[in-house]
């Protein structure tokens, strides 16, 4: 029986989220299979993968075939290459001990890009939130500045229609103040009659001295009469 590695989508839509699988060549893609023996989730920055590699290595070994997807992703692991130093190791090309070096080697080297690509990565989303902070903020000042340029002219007008409202107030009140003031100045002026008055009655206190001739007369038309 033929077999293949390939992978089984699962996951939401537009998430998909797959299965590397051992199935029967001739079985539909997403149909039964003979073996799980890893995971591949393509929605993570790098992709995630999770393959059991002794499972793997011996599917391999046995004939099974991997789709392109599939062999990218067990060359990835280190699959392939430890299968090639392994039948290099069959043909006498080197020992055990010279495969198992080099595919340390491969494996410490793989593991630091790995290392760098996570850390470029998340260099990369820190530099790309900061320019989207940055420019959230140059929008929020320029909004402000806009709505502060719109109502500085509204305030402008409403502080010279105050002022010109107040002066003609001030000026009205500086025209009334002397208005008030001339009662002040008229309260002389009706004192006046009143020092007047002992003056108009002195021909009054007369009258009894003109008086008294005329009594005089009227004893002596008596007398005479």
Known sequence: MATKIRLQRHGKKGKPFYHVVIADSRAKRDGKFIEKIGTYNPNTKPASIDINFDSALDWLQKGAIPTD???????????????????????????E?????????????KEEKIAKKIQTIQDDNAKQQKEKID??????KKKEEAILAKQKPATEETAAEETAEEEPATEETAEEEPATEE??????ATEEPAAEEPAEEKPAEEKPVE???????????????
């Open 183 to 188: 009662p002040a100045t008229e309260e002389p």
């Open 135 to 140: 420019q959230e903020e140059e929008a929020r």
């Open 69 to 95: 997807t599939a062999r990218a992703i067990l060359s990835y692991k280190g699959v392939l290459l430890k299968k090639h130093l392994l039948e290099g190791v069959k043909k006498g090309a080197l020992t």
């Open 211 to 225: 008086e008294k001739p005329a009594e005089e007369e009227t004893a002596a038309e008596d007398k005479k009469s």
């Open 97 to 109: 001990d010279q495969a198992l070096e080099k595919f340390e080697v491969w494996v410490k080297e």
